[in-house]
């Protein structure tokens, strides 16, 4: 293997700043890093992703082949499985997992080939019927990984091949190429799935009847009953449960920020902004509700309407939605604001979700406590 240089020895995992982060609907600099691994720097002349499994022409494509496909750009927001894990701590009880608090999402313009192109390039051995049975394989071996020799993640073929999934062999990121520590210099990116799924550093694409034998496709990220709620408990239940493809619908309040110091104005409001994420393909949001008196009331948000990076009529089914709302509240100390997010598909966040060892998949009602009223 080529001696490759890393940014960093260990893996970094960090979130930004709420406030900063929904300042921009495009997340232009400052998005959240997650990774099981160091942050490799591969050289784009000479990179390659091999297609292969259940294919009739295997492929080892370059930087510039797959530059040769048909472009296409989507924006989206990636979230890791792992966001507001940590309201799943302190709310319910303990969990399996780094300490991720509610900025672990990123929304992005992403451009590249999609993945059913390549797919097609390599003419798929699998018969349509069997297409639901299938799964697209993806993996890198460029970083060593904590858990496994390398990092992997699969999602179902019959999804890969729906060209309205949008799932992109993602070459650039907001107009550029991706930064090194975003999957330079091609990666996956999954809309409407964990972030787990959309795997950096790409070097390969498989097509096989089985999900991905990776350790993070097999036991980390999926949701496991309460009962399973030690990791003695867990290991029975890791091949009995699926992987999270999926995110749930979502939503979570950046200002005011916990423990603040907010001042009513001349209506004896306060103004509360944040995010909303659809779930899956049911995009985009519909409907934000906001309430300070404990979910006895609830006031309708002003959904932010986006030119992104000015396109005008760009698809938004897969992106977040950032909003804002003036709500009513009486002066005092250590107040509660909740949020509660629809998508178009109907879907609504629910009070609380149930426990998981993991602690993911987390979208009870957003919620900022301990704010103090002026």
């Not at 160091?38 to 297609?51: E, F, Q, S, W, Y």
């Not at 890791?238 to 309040?253: E, F, L, R």
């Not at 005011?256 to 949001?285: Q, R, T």
């Not at 409907?287 to 009529?313: F, Q």
Request: a negative charge.
């Amino acid at each position: 293997m080529v001696q490759l240089d890393y940014t960093v020895k260990k893996p970094l995992n960090r979130e930004p700043d709420l406030e900063k982060l929904v300042s921009s609907f495009i997340t232009t600099s400052g998005g959240y890093d997650r990774n099981h691994g160091p942050i490799p720097h591969l050289d784009a002349a000479t990179h390659r992703v091999d297609v292969y499994g259940l294919v009739k022409t295997d492929l080892s494509l370059s930087i510039d082949d797959l530059k040769s496909l048909p472009q296409h750009s989507v924006i989206c927001a990636l979230q890791c499985a792992g966001n507001r894990r940590h309201t799943m701590r302190v709310k319910l009880k303990e969990v399996n997992g780094i300490d991720w608090f509610d900025g672990a999402v990123m929304n992005c313009k992403w451009r590249g080939p999609l993945l059913k192109d390549v797919l097609e390039l390599a003419r798929i051995d699998v018969k349509k019927d069997k297409w639901k049975d299938a799964h697209v394989a993806f993996a890198c071996f460029q970083t060593p990984c904590q858990d496994d020799e390398y990092y992997g993640a699969s999602i179902p073929l019959e999804r890969a091949m729906d060209p309205d999934s949008s799932i992109l062999v993602a070459l650039e990121m907001n107009g550029k190429p991706l930064p090194p520590n975003h999957g330079a210099p091609v990666r996956i990116v999954t809309p409407g799935i964990a972030g787990a799924r959309s795997v950096k550093w790409l070097d390969r694409i498989t097509v096989q009847m089985s999900e991905s034998s990776n350790y993070y496709q097999q036991h980390d990220y999926k949701i496991l009953p309460p009962e399973a709620d030690c990791k003695e408990k867990a290991e029975s239940w890791w091949g009995k449960v699926p992987a999270i493809q999926d995110m749930p619908v979502n939503s979570v309040i950046a200002v005011p920020k916990k423990d603040s110091k907010v001042k009513l104005d001349e209506n004896e409001c306060i103004e509360v902004k944040g995010y909303a994420l659809p779930s899956g393909a049911e995009g985009p949001i519909a409907k934000v509700e906001v309430s300070a008196d404990g979910g006895n009331t609830w006031t309708n948000a002003e959904l932010l309407s986006s030119d992104p990076l000015n396109e005008k009529g760009a698809d938004l089914k897969w992106a977040w939605t950032l909003w804002r709302a003036t709500v009513k509240i009486e002066k005092g100390r250590d107040k509660t604001i909740l949020s509660r997010a629809t998508d178009a598909g109907g879907n609504s966040q629910c009070v609380c979700p149930e426990w998981n060892f993991r602690g993911v998949a987390y979208n009870g009602y957003g919620e900022v406590t301990g704010v103090e009223v002026i």
